[in-house]
């Protein structure tokens, strides 16, 4: 693939974005801009023990920051996770929040950050209506968001994804419009060692987020091109990523496109993190393979919605059949070359949990601008669809 022609990049959009190879080395800068002198570093337990972590507070500290590290993170984060994180956060009197990891770790800190400032419940702030107008804004800790994957975006999102384990361990989305990091650091250089799997797991929830995004029926051409483009950097970036994962070109485009996928999503979601959200809560699955495993079966069922749409992602980019069919042979074709599963039975789900999880899929609130609107008997027959691998 190109090698990109400026790997450096100082970016205003959505928040402001330090990218390049090496750009960690600005954290304490960020930090300092945001007034940020005792940054809590919210992680996961498994980077917590790893160089990129221990590097991190060493530039902290070297720079005359007090750094301290919470890693009490599950990787899909609940809400004593954040209450931990904001009791951490006020006995070492930190002033800020550094987000270091993937996704559970960019959520978490985000809600962290959040949460210290709030007196009423974590639920009190789900994105419904304008439920975000009850927090408190003073004293919200300011964050620096550094991703060590290239899939969610939650750098770049005004929201969490928090479990509520009191309701069937259902997913819910926290929002915010202060909840976008105050500095984001996107270096290619800490998404390196991820492993392949991964690398392909959450580099299709990148796509799956433009994906649905692009195809939702909410009015937003600034989202919408932002979608287009964040695709066409996949197709290039992806394949490259999971079979040489030290190309840091890849990795880099990957990164941006990550970032561009939860700009994009402004626009709406739909049936794809409808189905995916249920599944992550009752049974742990990974978020992005599960979007990645449903993917196709939600194409077919827009089809009638999005075929026109689907049309003009073909052209743009340069797919061979410039149609529909087009864009799924490619999708199928992308699965299989990076190895994702091509049905969620082969990632734990079986057909007696459909029933169960159709309901708490159809009042997720990805499911309202999904592109056919949805109901319970709809998604129930597209978990059959995708556990038994019937497109």
Request: aromatic share 6%; charged share 20%; hydrophobic share 45%.
């Amino acid at each position: 693939m190109d090698k990109p022609t400026d790997p450096i990049g100082n970016w205003s959009f959505p928040a402001p974005i330090r990218f390049g190879a090496g750009r960690v080395s600005e954290l304490p800068r960020a930090c300092l801009e945001l007034g940020i002198h005792r940054p809590l570093l919210v992680t996961d337990p498994g980077l917590a023990g790893l160089p990129m972590v221990s590097d991190a507070v060493a530039s902290c500290t070297q720079a005359g920051l007090a750094c301290a590290v919470f890693s009490e993170v599950r990787p899909n984060p609940v809400e004593a996770n954040v209450h931990e994180g904001v009791r951490a956060l006020r006995d070492g009197d930190h002033d800020g929040i550094i987000a270091f990891g993937g996704g559970s770790a960019l959520d978490t800190g985000k809600a962290i950050g959040f949460m210290a400032a709030q007196s009423r419940p974590i639920w009190d702030f789900e994105d419904r209506e304008d439920w975000w107008t009850r927090a408190k804004e003073d004293g919200l800790a300011p964050v620096v968001a550094v991703p060590t994957t290239s899939g969610t975006g939650s750098e770049t999102g005004r929201a969490s994804v928090i479990t509520d384990a009191r309701a069937e361990h259902t997913k819910r989305i926290i929002f915010h419009p202060r909840m976008m990091p105050g500095r984001v650091i996107l270096d290619p250089e800490l998404t390196v060692g991820l492993p392949a799997h991964l690398t392909a797991a959450v580099g299709m929830d990148a796509l799956s987020h433009s994906l649905e995004a692009y195809s939702s029926p909410v009015f937003h051409p600034l989202a919408q091109g932002i979608a287009l483009e964040a695709m066409r950097l996949v197709r290039d970036a992806l394949p490259v990523a999971v079979k040489n994962p030290s190309d840091l070109a890849a990795r880099s485009r990957m990164q941006v496109a990550a970032a561009m996928g939860s700009t994009a999503f402004q626009k709406g979601l739909g049936a794809m993190h409808a189905l995916s959200h249920p599944c992550s809560s009752l049974l742990d699955t990974h978020h992005g393979l599960t979007n990645a495993v449903v993917m196709p079966y939600v194409l077919v069922f827009n089809r009638p919605a999005i075929e026109t749409r689907m049309a003009a992602l073909a052209r743009y980019l340069d797919l061979p059949d410039p149609s529909f069919p087009g864009v799924l042979d490619w999708i199928l074709a992308l699965r299989e070359e990076i190895g994702i599963p091509h049905t969620l039975r082969d990632i734990g789900v079986d057909a007696s949990f459909a029933g169960r999880m159709a309901p708490m899929a159809a009042v997720d609130p990805s499911a309202a601008t999904n592109p056919v609107p949805l109901d319970t008997g709809a998604l129930e027959r597209l978990y059959l669809r995708a556990i038994n691998g019937v497109l």
